[in-house]
């Protein structure tokens, strides 16, 4: 008898003090009203197996996307705002400051390159290094985490607009993704710049962080991956309708890679089990991780690990090449290997192209 009142004496001392916590401890962002889901488990891979051959090409402060021009110079744009280039054994040289956090690059047929600029929009930059905005508007609202980009055969800019409330500006850090993550609610868009018209146009909104995208191969449609559902959405470009490509991911997926085979290459962050299993399903516990440590939640200073998912035509997932310490933030073929972006890692990596 005594060792029950005790414990019941002990489980009403912790709902007390967890009471406390959440109305006295206030997250980083208010409101913050999050939705319960359970992601279940992952879809089963038929082929797992270690990425191999990676090589470092210099060390750089974030290389999140890559992109190659008709010369054979690789572009990526760092944490502080810069775009470099350089070639393999190379030294990476400036190319153009276009500030904000670059994200997506992709060039058009003039030999621009194009930069979806998180905080800032939607850029272009000439040969010589000059930098152009060509939107920082959608639907009348501000283009607040422009994401990754893909460039139509018509010449189309399609684009991820991966959150209409929070960037880095309004919660500094790397943080403010964890928190989309927490609070669970679809606050991205996919956005259509069109260069003859120069006018923006929302395609599709209530989006889960959407990230990587691809053009299909007929243009017909797009594939954009919405990170913290686990899943890759089909935007039909004929009839507006939006359907589910490829569910239940192994990991959150970030950038995305359509090959001249018609296969897909996903990069993508390892699942966190704490995450799926005891924090995603319930509200209260969402509300828990929100007031903790924005350190404790993203760690800048050891980014999580990933692999590279290869994926049929169909959408059927073929391979996952693993154990890629950081997570490639994007994979983008040049010559007979593949380019590895970082998101918050401080290389620029290269491995074999895997058939």
Do not use: C
Not at 86 to 111: H, K, Q, T, Y
Not at 168 to 191: H, K, M
Not at 203 to 219: C, E, H, R, S
């Amino acid at each position: 008898m005594n060792l029950k009142r005790s414990a019941l004496i002990g489980l009403g001392a912790v709902a007390l003090l967890t009471g406390a916590f959440l109305v006295f401890l206030r997250p980083p962002v208010d409101p913050f009203d999050p939705v319960a889901w359970d992601p279940g488990p992952p879809a089963k891979i038929p082929r797992v197996t270690p990425a191999a051959g990676v090589a470092s090409l210099g060390t750089l402060p974030g290389p999140e996307d890559l992109a190659v021009d008709a010369s054979g110079w690789i572009y990526t744009g760092l944490l502080d705002g810069r775009v470099v280039r350089l070639r393999p054994g190379g030294r990476p040289e400036p190319f153009a400051e276009v500030g904000g956090r670059p994200l997506g690059l992709a060039f058009d047929a003039r030999g621009h390159l194009l930069v979806a600029n998180h905080g800032v929009g939607l850029q272009s930059v000439a040969p010589d290094g000059a930098v152009t905005l060509l939107t920082d508007q959608a639907g009348g609202e501000p283009i607040r985490f422009a994401n990754d980009l893909a460039v139509a055969a018509d010449g189309t800019v399609y684009f991820s607009d991966s959150n209409s409330r929070l960037n880095n500006s309004t919660l500094p850090g790397s943080a403010f993704s964890v928190y989309d993550f927490l609070e669970g609610r679809p606050r991205g868009r996919l956005l259509r710049y069109d260069p003859s018209t120069r006018t923006t146009t929302v395609l599709a909104g209530d989006l889960y962080f959407p990230n990587g995208i691809v053009v299909t191969d007929d243009q017909r449609a797009l594939l954009v991956v919405e990170s913290t559902r686990y899943r890759v959405t089909r935007h039909s470009l004929t009839d507006g309708t939006t359907t589910t490509f490829l569910d239940r991911l192994p990991g959150i997926g970030d950038g995305f890679t359509r090959l001249p085979d018609g296969r897909l290459l996903l990069a993508v962050y390892d699942r966190v089990p704490l995450l799926d299993e005891r924090i995603l399903p319930n509200t209260w516990t969402r509300r828990l991780a929100a007031r903790l440590p924005a350190s404790l939640l993203a760690d800048e200073d050891d980014p999580i690990a990933g692999s590279i998912l290869v994926i049929g035509p169909g959408g059927r997932i073929e391979r996952s090449l693993s154990g890629l310490d950081p997570a490639p933030a994007n994979v983008v073929p040049y010559e007979q290997g593949w380019l590895l972006g970082s998101l918050q890692g401080r290389e620029l990596r290269t491995m074999p192209a895997v058939s």
